[in-house]
């Protein structure tokens, strides 16, 4: 979600769209928050039984769901927010026109309605979104959400100059030519400008798209097209505390410390039926030493990792062998890689000389093999998507063996026949990441190439490696990173990374400043294509020309080895949520 990340992260109402058996197993409940035993007879319910089924079914309210987490979210500002679990956690908090059904595996990414009374009416020539909000739904202070709360909310996204980060899909597909200046500099006496949407009455929302695109409704269905009340917008302090259309509310946050949610009382379960609300509290803690975190797991202390990024390498034997009625190793949907910004590595020659001399089977190794890790990547697009090609190899790594002729050859066209120096920028609080750039920084010494490895804070990562100028003013040759898709087509996977209309100057996903015309005219032709499948040979372009322009370099289709507390009701993993569980549905075990 980012980054999210990822990823992000979404997959088009109805595509890819497959029936999910649910199977229900009985909690056991009762073995106060401990771990249960390696065959899942203690409380556990048994290795992979919440992988794309519903683990611990379950009505029960009450108690208090302890999140933990090695990682701060980008931001909790729902316009803002790009990391993948910040997308998951904002459903206690946030609501959308439509959502994601709650349901597990490929069922949850069929979109149903949320605060309107239905998913949409789509006018013919598909321009055209008309809207009707519920009855009943409220603000955290009991006020009525309306539909100038919905347009507000979206207006923010156009003031990048002080709410940077979040994903820009609406304003890109609603104000193409970038003619409205966001709400903060809106001259209107109501700050409700943006004239691609109109607010009728306090109960009808339409949307006017200049140009069809096929996947609008999947936009509307993210955090980013949230309501926000303007009496109660901070601004670029409204991340500390979000103010709350959903069923928890903000009762205390410390950054980099701890958050606490409790019930917001306002809210009506009659007008949702999507979010479940068992717990009565839901509270985050965040350490910065990933391996205590995981023994914290292991030991009962908390649930499970908000981040949802996998068991680390130090405790995972440990689980696996002892714990493994614990343990869920789902398909993430996310890309695991490097990139390469061109302004510090312009020369296309010197990039494919670091593709070439990467032992990919050694960073598959270093991410925790096929189980811990996931299977080698050769292309920036996950195989679920329409357009994926898993045989298309430009560069030899399915073999996972470095080819250090071709790298040595690549090193002499570009002028280094000895090899030159850069930096791998990696996140400081991603023990897996910065593995993953070891690994990476001995296979290029072996033709020359020296690779310094940087250390960045991970919670500052939209204004460092997202701000073009710091990666190019640091020297940044190479970034390691992941992402998974907004919403899994070629749009919501690729165009954040590839379009060169997506780059920005701070919160930037474009790392590699890629601004091909012949992709971003790939992109245009592909969004107002309605066929998927049609539309999947165009993403199938885009992603021959994004290997060949040699700016990334794919490790892993991610797996990961996620933990699930013996006290967790109503667990699965959500393709909606790229893998992870569906938080919004959990409950706990008192």
Request: aromatic content about 8%; charged content about 25%; proline content about 5%.
């Amino acid at each position: 979600m980012t980054l999210m990340s990822s990823q992000r992260r979404r997959i088009a109402a109805g595509a890819l769209l497959a029936a999910a058996t649910m199977v229900v197993t009985t909690a056991c409940g009762g073995d106060g928050g401990k771990s249960g035993d390696k065959d899942g007879k203690t409380g556990a319910s048994g290795f992979n039984a919440a992988v794309n089924k519903v683990s611990n079914a379950s009505d029960k309210k009450g108690g208090e769901l302890k999140f933990i987490g090695s990682q701060e979210a980008d931001s909790w500002d729902p316009q803002r927010g790009y990391y993948g679990f910040v997308w998951d956690f904002a459903r206690y908090y946030t609501r959308q026109l439509v959502t994601f059904k709650a349901e597990p595996g490929a069922a949850s990414t069929e979109l149903v309605s949320d605060l309107a009374t239905d998913t949409g009416k789509v006018s013919a020539d598909g321009l055209t979104y008309t809207f009707t909000l519920k009855d009943g739904v409220t603000w955290e202070d009991g006020k009525p959400i309306t539909s100038k709360d919905i347009k507000y909310g979206i207006e923010r996204i156009w003031a990048q100059d002080v709410i940077s980060g979040g994903p820009i899909y609406l304003q890109q597909v609603l104000d193409p030519k970038s003619e409205y200046k966001g709400p903060y500099k809106d001259t209107s006496a109501d700050k409700l400008g943006l004239k691609a949407i109109e607010t009728p009455d306090d109960k009808t929302i339409i949307f006017k798209l200049p140009v069809a695109n096929g996947d609008f409704l999947q936009m509307l269905a993210m955090p980013a097209a949230s309501p926000v009340r303007q009496d109660k917008d901070t601004k670029a302090k409204y991340g500390l505390k979000p103010f709350s259309s959903g069923p928890y509310k903000w009762e205390s946050y410390t950054p980099n410390k701890s958050i606490k949610l409790v019930r917001n009382d306002k809210w009506d379960s009659k007008t949702d039926t999507v979010r479940k609300a068992l717990p009565d509290k839901v509270s985050v803690t965040f350490t910065t030493n990933a391996d205590d975190m995981d023994n914290r797991l292991v030991e009962g202390e908390y649930d499970l990792d908000i981040n949802a990024t996998g068991v680390g390498a130090a405790a995972r034997q440990k689980v696996l062998q002892q714990h493994k009625g614990n343990v869920d190793n789902p398909q993430t949907g996310f890309i695991r890689y490097a990139v390469f910004p061109q302004t510090v590595i312009p020369n296309i020659e010197c990039r494919k000389a670091i593709i070439y001399a990467a032992d990919s089977k050694s960073l598959q190794t270093a991410r925790g093999g096929p189980q811990g890790g996931g299977d080698i990547a050769t292309n920036m697009l996950p195989p679920a998507l329409k357009g994926a090609d898993a045989k298309a190899d430009p560069y030899g790594k399915l073999g996972g063996a470095p080819d250090l002729a071709k790298a040595k050859e690549a090193l002499k066209n570009c002028g280094k026949p000895n090899g030159f120096k850069t930096t791998i920028a990696v996140r400081n609080n991603k023990k897996v990441e910065i593995a993953t750039a070891e690994s990476l920084q001995n296979s290029l010494k072996a033709v020359g190439i020296d690779a310094q490895i940087d250390l960045f804070d991970g919670a500052q990562t939209s204004g460092i490696i997202g701000s073009p100028k710091v990666v190019k003013d640091k020297g940044y040759g190479i970034i390691i990173m992941g992402w998974g898709a907004d919403f899994p087509t070629g749009q919501g996977f690729l165009q954040p990374l590839v379009d060169g209309r997506f780059i920005l100057q701070s919160g930037n996903n474009n790392f590699s400043q890629l601004n091909d015309k012949a992709i971003n005219g790939l992109f245009d032709q592909a969004l107002k294509e309605t066929d998927p499948t049609k539309a999947g040979e165009l993403y199938k372009q885009i992603n021959t020309k994004v290997s060949e322009a040699a700016v990334y370099l794919p490790f892993t289709h991610e797996k990961n080895i996620i933990w699930r507390s013996s006290r967790l009701t109503n667990v699965y993993t959500a393709d909606a949520y790229n893998g992870r569980y569906d938080y919004a549905s959990l409950g706990v075990v008192k």
